[in-house]
């Protein structure tokens, strides 16, 4: 399953389309067996997120939290569950897109761009057995992207669908490299929420 077979994917998950009402999502999921592993991860991470937030809006539904959320989706003081998801979705769009992109501009019309997303784009990974937790990698590589131990580790989880186990923070398949998640995919969510995403595992 290449690049662009993945943003599709996820471009039509976003969209509302799923394995049970849609062709071209049974058609890319069928595709080849990481296909399916890829699209089972997707909806898995998808879950454990949703339970966050509906577990975050019985239990700590304060002052604090209403200030996170207005900052982070500038809506009323509630959390809306599709807003979540698009949001999440469109930070894996960021993670696919975010080395490999050019953009040509075409001689023969001033509104026209051309744009080109490589096959194959260039990934910085980690061996499995260099670090011992998610954490202890986390730990490693935070100050160089200026950034919380907890934000690299949300990062890391969603740039690595693939990776953990039942869709579990803290249980990591040994069979495959992690993905190391850019400077721009580790900034794009706030520290106070990656904190309490990362902590929902505990």
């Known amino acids: 399953m290449n690049q662009l077979q993945k943003l599709k994917l996820v ?4 969209d509302g389309f799923t394995y049970n009402n849609s062709k ?20 898995s991470a998808n879950k454990k997120l949703h339970s966050f937030y509906q577990s975050r809006e019985l239990k700590r539904v304060n002052n604090n939290l209403n ?3 207005d900052k982070q989706l500038q809506s009323t003081k509630t959390i809306s569950l599709s807003r979540a998801f698009s949001g999440i979705l469109a930070i894996c769009c960021a993670l696919f897109l975010s080395i490999g992109v050019l953009i040509q501009f075409s001689q023969e019309s001033e509104d026209i761009f051309l744009l080109t997303i490589p096959e194959t784009l260039p990934k910085h990974t980690i ?9 202890s990698l986390a730990d490693k590589i935070n100050e160089e992207l200026n950034a919380s131990i907890y934000q690299v580790m949300f990062a890391m989880y969603l740039n690595n669908p693939d990776a953990f186990i039942n869709a579990d923070l803290n249980n990591i398949r040994g ?9 721009a995919a580790v900034h794009a969510v706030d520290d106070t929420f990656a904190k309490e995403f990362v902590e929902s595992f505990l």
């Open 11 to 14: 471009s039509l998950l976003e």
């Open 24 to 43: 071209e999502v049974r058609h890319l999921v069928g595709l080849s067996d990481q296909a399916y592993n890829f699209y089972n991860s997707l909806l």
């Open 67 to 69: 200030k996170f959320i």
């Open 127 to 135: 061996k499995n057995y260099e670090f011992n937790t998610i954490w």
């Open 175 to 183: 069979d495959v490299d992690l993905v190391i998640p850019n400077y």
